[in-house]
């Protein structure tokens, strides 16, 4: 399988938002988990404003 590796220019917060929920969704889709934030490994819960596990700085660009 071919993968491409190409930057992706992330311009806005709207294409930012969409990378963040489609990395956070890939546990989901493999079948590992039901919900982003029951991934071990994801940032998905501390974007959710749980902040137990790893603390981020959001510099407010998510809204």
């Known amino acids: 399988m071919a993968t ?3 930057p992706i ?3 806005s ?3 930012i938002k969409q990378k963040l929920d489609y990395i956070h969704n890939n ?3 493999s079948g590992f988990v ?3 934030v029951d991934w071990k490994y994801s940032s998905a819960r501390n974007f959710a404003e749980d902040h ?3 603390e981020i700085d959001a510099i407010g660009f998510l809204g």
């Open 4 to 6: 491409s590796q190409q």
């Open 9 to 11: 220019e992330l311009w």
């Open 13 to 15: 917060p709207k294409v």
């Open 27 to 29: 546990p989901v889709v």
């Open 34 to 36: 039901t919900n982003p």
């Open 52 to 54: 137990t596990i790893l």
